[in-house]
């Protein structure tokens, strides 16, 4: 049980105001911040004042904050403490501990309403010499982030009603390691009988409205008005259904799974690309039986995407896309073959994991999002389209 050391300064109360005395009752600062979180921290820890600052010490973690970084905590920043290390907005670490905010789900919801722990009791377990306490976020984690990250609308009770992961055992850059293994024996071991899954929670919720609808610059009704109509378009009745399902799964899929989904359609034509290609080399009078045998024996994967590229993009649309590939440091140079092997190259990275090439696997990092995701789904979804219309009629 925490509690408030005799011999050290004391704390005294004010309306709303906690006030940090020294033993000469001389008020050395006035932190309102502070006296919102004492009640839920003495619970756990001992808290110490020691000079402007205040010394925070726990089972598994000890703290010291300088009056600065109090101050810091005020004003809504994060301290510059050193031994304090912050994961972006989801996570701490100081010394051999660190704690992450976690949140629940099962996939049948389109999007979880908070990251509460559903027991009073929490679940532990250890990984190697690292201890593990899944349950409710800690009041040291909720002091340190809350005041800094905290968006009342978003989280109203504040982030005491959120999960979080407790690792005791490593320092920061080890922990991120850590925090994925146990996320692992979670989605595993635990929550897989239940049908859910656990993972990592940022606390700034950063709405995304590129329609300017959440901002109420837009509504639907308005924006939807303007999509182009006439009385009677007739439009390509293609032979092929499959490459439209998988087209129809990618436009509603994000992330990674969108691009791949959309290179499932560009897949699907690779083989009707390399037939198209015979079937020009067979009009040909000039290529002989021996160059169509070359042709076919020659083709892999890669090669058969560089032929579709070829095929299926103007002239004018490989310079738009290649280009577009080349600005956004995709490509190396503006080549329609370099374009098609660096599309394969990156297709590969987000399908293999073998371990001796790890240095060319995107893994996935919970802690950010890749911005060439969606440069290369764009690039993919062009593609996609032109193969359908000329390779599906």
């Not at 020691?50 to 598994?60: A, F, P, R």
């Not at 301290?79 to 100081?94: E, R």
């Not at 922990?175 to 979670?186: C, E, F, I, N, V």
């Not at 696997?361 to 950010?368: N, R, S, V, Y």
Request: glycine fraction near 6%.
């Amino acid at each position: 049980m925490g509690h408030y050391s005799t011999a050290a300064p004391r704390f005294m109360r004010s309306v709303g105001t906690l006030v940090i005395m020294n033993t000469d009752d001389t008020v050395l600062e006035t932190l309102p911040v502070i006296s919102d979180y004492v009640e839920a921290m003495q619970r756990e820890y001992t808290l110490t004042p020691k000079g402007t600052g205040l010394t925070i010490t726990g089972s598994h973690v000890q703290i010291h904050l300088e009056g600065v970084d109090l101050r810091a905590l005020e004003r809504g920043r994060t301290p510059c403490n050193t031994a304090l290390v912050y994961h972006s907005d989801c996570g701490i670490s100081i010394g051999t501990y660190s704690e992450f905010f976690i949140q629940l789900g099962h996939p049948a919801y389109l999007y979880l309403d908070a990251g509460e722990w559903p027991s009073e009791k929490s679940l532990r377990f250890s990984i190697g010499k690292t201890q593990v306490i899944v349950g409710e976020a800690s009041p040291l984690i909720t002091f340190l982030t809350e005041p800094a990250f905290r968006d009342s609308d978003n989280f109203p009770e504040g982030f005491s009603e959120l999960a979080s992961v407790r690792l005791i055992g490593h320092n920061h850059i080890q922990a991120r390691m850590d925090l994925s293994k146990a996320l692992y024996y979670l989605n595993a071991h635990y929550l897989r009988p239940l049908g859910m899954f656990a993972r990592l929670m940022k606390v700034r919720v950063e709405f995304e409205d590129p329609l300017g609808m959440l901002s109420g610059a837009k509504d639907f009704g308005s924006m939807f008005a303007k999509v182009p109509r006439s009385r009677l378009r007739k439009r390509a009745d293609y032979t092929t259904i499959e490459p439209l399902i998988l087209y129809n799964h990618a436009a509603q899929a994000s992330n990674v799974e969108q691009f791949l989904s959309f290179y499932r359609v560009i897949e699907f034509f690779t083989n009707r690309s390399a037939l198209a290609s015979i079937e020009i080399m067979r009009g040909d009078r000039t290529v002989t039986a021996n160059d169509i045998l070359n042709f076919i024996v020659s083709r892999n994967e890669e090669a058969m995407l560089i032929q579709l590229v070829q095929n299926v993009l103007t002239a004018a649309q490989k310079k738009t896309l290649t280009s577009y590939a080349y600005r956004n440091r995709l490509v190396s140079d503006v080549s329609p073959k370099s374009f098609a092997k660096a599309l394969y190259a990156f297709r590969n990275s987000a399908i293999h994991a073998k371990e001796p090439e790890l240095a060319k696997t995107m893994l996935p990092d919970p802690f950010k999002e890749s911005e060439g995701i969606a440069k290369w789904t764009y690039v993919a979804r062009v593609i996609a389209e032109r193969s359908i219309k000329t390779l599906n009629t």
